[in-house]
């Protein structure tokens, strides 16, 4: 089945700094990958669609300076968090969409800012 | 993105017994209609999906039915186990997968021994 990597698993880091998060899939090329995130108890909140070699789409009220988007390749798209407050602290998923309809979601990166 | 409405929030359901899981939805463009489970800590996993042009798809003991003219699907698991114990997502989404999913809220669902 597709497999959905991501790295960190976790971080912690002192607020103000910048946070980068990996999202690969692993054995299929990803023509749309998506960033999600999740507050405890909470559901899923889809924060930006990224293709493959073009800028990334936000959803509103999410801020595109703030959450830096990259798909550089067909396999791997990253999420910058720059300047990183505690408000930021989250359950970081991505998902990546192969030719077919589905989404195959990564395990997600666990996010502490101090 | 338009809103799922999914019910109940928690779920207890004794072992053996049916687990029914309901969602509504407002998007009519929605073609696409995904179940997730998520552990803890965990990326949510898809368990089941369903096309608006079907009424109903069974996988094992996981199905979905669904009624386009009220806007309303649901998931049904049989035979609830131990291990099913997760939290439950309904989604949609539209565009051919172009889009990202618009999940519910969730349902914790406990089995209980």
């Known amino acids: 089945g597709a497999v959905v990597s991501q790295h960190p698993s976790w971080v912690i880091c002192k607020s103000g700094t910048s946070v980068k998060i990996e999202c690969r899939s692993l054995?299929?090329?990803?023509?749309?990958m998506f960033w999600y995130r999740q507050f405890p108890k909470q559901s899923l909140m889809l924060m930006a669609t990224s293709n493959e070699g073009s800028k990334a789409t936000y959803e509103q009220g999410v801020e595109k300076d703030k959450f830096l988007i990259n798909h550089a390749s067909l396999t791997l798209s990253t999420l910058t968090v720059t300047s990183a407050h505690p408000e930021d602290s989250s359950f970081y998923i991505c998902?990546?969409?192969?030719?077919?309809?589905?989404?195959?979601f990564g395990p997600g990166t666990r996010l502490t800012v101090l | 993105q338009q809103q799922v409405k999914q019910s109940p929030q928690s779920l207890i359901v004794q072992k053996g017994g049916i687990s029914i899981i309901n969602c509504a939805y407002e998007?009519?463009?929605?073609?696409?209609f995904p179940w997730y489970q998520q552990f803890p800590g965990k990326g949510p996993a898809l368990l089941i999906a369903?096309?608006?042009?079907?009424s109903e798809k069974k996988e094992g003991r996981f199905t979905i039915s669904f009624n386009k003219s009220a806007k309303q699907f649901s998931l049904h698991i049989m035979d609830s186990q131990p291990g099913d114990s997760a939290t439950y997502f309904c989604a949609g989404y539209s565009g051919g997968g172009a889009d990202g999913l618009t999940f519910g809220k969730g349902t914790h669902l406990i089995i209980q021994p």
């Open positions: 054995d299929f090329q990803a023509t749309t």
């Open positions: 998007n009519t463009a929605f073609d696409y």
């Open positions: 369903i096309r608006p042009d079907v």
């Open positions: 998902s990546a969409r192969d030719r077919t309809v589905e989404q195959f």
